[in-house]
């Protein structure tokens, strides 16, 4: 077809203009065109998946997560649970026949604990659990706690399998100072501390310090260990460092293990051994009530005779113990001395124990003994007025006062061992000095202030 002449001289005129505007209009077209499908596609692939994050499973971890609560060992949220205590007269055969456990279940759990638990030391206001699933009478076990570090698990369906189990102890390192204004039990519980810690002070100076001749105002510090369960606080553990001053005296008991356990125990602040030849005293948490007096008025004779020994009352059944190691000579019953043990510790020196209630198990002539070892229970067995032990000392064949004796000191640690001795020392002194009183003292010493002007 002929175009007219004045647009065919348009197009002759502005050709060059004309053609690459139609090119720019083609490329424009066919963009758009590919956009076009592409954003079909893509919206097509989008709702595939969709739908597929739909129908997958989503992950565990989107959820909170829940934590089981654990207790003896058990997921504790998925069984039911009945807690309770012994009761006075109660036996596990009772517990048990309660559970509707037949006897010869019970008699398979009482075989099976031989070598585990002896049933004859449930004890009154000890706390015990009976675990079972939700929903039904049949009992899966039960749970005796004897004390805070342990428990005993009794099958009650299946092999009746006893456990004894121990719980995991945390220590943290404390340390604690005091003044004594009765006694040193006063002194440390009178600070929400528990009587533990004074005896195993007392177990670390016991080889210097005469416990039943304390005075006010003495004073004491102490490095020790706090035991924890489950973040509750349920005792003491070691006493690594000790200080006592009782008048112008000084003692120091810093505990040292060597490195291949050849030197181990307490230590002065020179390296000596604070273990000795000698205990200052056979019985813990006692007093003196007779002392050694050659011209004593006998309370039951009515007379004046020498009282050769020293008197510590305690009451009955207080443990007794050797003062050093030896052999025994005599262990027999006389109508003076009652129930009585005598010891050979060497060539000079013999100790002798009268009144006692009974003797140790396993206490006889020729039993080697050492020290600290029990070996009787205070009495009053023979000539006595009420339990004491009267304790006797003898050197070179003569009776004698112990509270006058005077032995020589312990040779020091080797050389070998002095210099990592030392280190650990110079680091508890800094805790002995630094050592506060427990802020239950602290406290109850505010309160006391504020309720007394």
């Known amino acids: 077809m002929d175009l007219p002449e004045s647009i ?12 690459v505007s139609a090119i720019a209009i083609a490329v424009l077209l066919a963009g758009t065109a590919i956009f076009y499908a592409a954003t079909q596609l893509n919206s097509k692939n989008g709702l595939r998946a ?18 089981p609560t654990l207790k003896y060992g058990f997921a504790i949220d998925t069984l039911q649970l009945q807690e309770n205590t012994i ?3 109660q036996f596990l055969a009772d517990i048990l026949l309660n559970q509707q456990l037949d006897y010869p279940s019970i008699e398979k ?9 002896d049933v004859r030391h449930f004890r009154v206001g000890k706390p015990y659990t009976i675990l079972s699933k939700p929903g039904t009478e049949q009992p899966l076990y039960m749970v005796y706690e004897p ?3 342990e428990y005993v698990v009794f099958g009650l369906s299946g092999d009746y399998k006893v456990e004894r189990k121990e719980r995991v102890v945390e220590t943290q390192q404390s340390s604690v100072s005091g003044k004594l204004e009765s006694s040193l039990w006063n002194a440390i519980v009178g600070q929400g501390l528990s009587y533990e810690l004074a005896a195993k002070m007392e177990g670390a100076l016991q080889w210097s310090i005469d416990f039943h001749h304390l005075q006010k105002n003495d004073e004491f510090r102490l490095v020790f260990d706090r035991e924890y369960i489950d973040g509750k606080e349920v005792g003491v553990g070691a006493v690594h460092a000790a200080y006592y001053k009782t008048g112008e005296n000084e003692y ?7 490195e291949n356990d050849d030197q181990e125990g307490y230590y002065d602040l020179e390296g000596r051994p604070m273990k000795r030849g000698f205990l200052k005293s056979p019985v813990k948490y006692s007093r003196i ?30 443990p007794i113990y050797a003062v050093g190691d030896g052999v025994v000579t005599r262990a027999s019953y006389t109508k003076g001395n009652g129930n009585f043990v005598k010891i050979k510790h060497s060539k000079t020196y013999q100790t002798q124990y009268l009144h006692m209630q009974k003797f140790a198990k396993g206490v006889s002539v020729g039993t080697h003994v050492k020290q600290g070892q029990v070996i009787g229970y205070v009495g009053s067995t023979g000539l006595a007025t009420g339990p004491h032990v009267c304790f006797r000392f003898w050197k070179d064949g003569k009776q004698v006062n112990h509270l006058n004796m005077q032995f020589p ?3 020091p640690l080797p050389d070998a061992e002095l210099s990592r001795f030392e280190q650990q020392r110079d680091q508890f002194l800094e805790l002995l000095n630094n050592a506060q009183p427990n802020k239950v003292a602290e406290e109850n010493s505010e309160a006391n202030g504020a309720d007394n002007p």
């Open 8 to 19: 065919n001289h348009f197009y002759q005129k502005n050709r060059r203009i004309l053609n």
């Open 50 to 67: 969709s739908l597929s994050s739909a129908e997958a499973p989503v992950e565990l971890s989107a959820f909170p997560a829940v934590v």
């Open 87 to 89: 009761q006075s007269g």
């Open 109 to 117: 759990l009482v075989a099976n604990m031989e070598d585990v638990f």
């Open 147 to 149: 004390n805070d570090y």
């Open 252 to 258: 120091h008991a810093i505990y040292y293990k060597s």
């Open 289 to 318: 009530s007779s002392y050694y007096n050659l011209n004593r008025f006998h309370p039951i004779l009515k007379r004046r005779r020498p009282h050769f020994g020293t008197d510590y009352a305690a009451p009955y059944g207080t």
């Open 409 to 411: 000191p312990a040779k």
